[in-house]
């Protein structure tokens, strides 16, 4: 798994139990793995077709800095699927997990469209080719 994206936990993040908010943490999440996704399908049009079950597995309190980490697990003909975890930078402890994620990849008519993907892309590799001289 990809950890990229950290978050510092902050008081307007926090419930009324003093713990990360979960639509906020939610929030986080959804918008770091659209990212993901349209980098790995090189499309800045995809959507959030589903979202498998949410497990809150321990709480995160004001000052934590919390990382997501993402993975692709499937490339369907039109879709990304995603694996996700959420955990404590410091201790590593996992907050939260979702085992599937699936984006689809639209074309220009905002309909699903082929994406030609099959396998993870890695940031080294992508700027690998750029720089190579010929």
Known sequence: ???????????????????????????????????YAIVQLGNQRVVTKYISEINFVSASRQGDI????????????TSITLKCEVRNKITRKSILTVEKI????????GLPAPHGRTEIKYVKDQFKDEGAVE
């Open 1 to 35: 798994m990809n950890f990229h994206t950290r978050k510092w936990v902050k008081p307007e993040d926090l419930n009324p139990n003093g713990t990360l908010f979960g639509g906020s943490l939610l929030r986080w999440l959804d918008e770091e793995a659209a990212i």
């Open 66 to 77: 919390i990382e997501l980490g993402i993975t692709a697990t499937e490339f369907g003909r």
């Open 102 to 109: 699936v984006f689809v990849n639209l074309g220009e008519d």
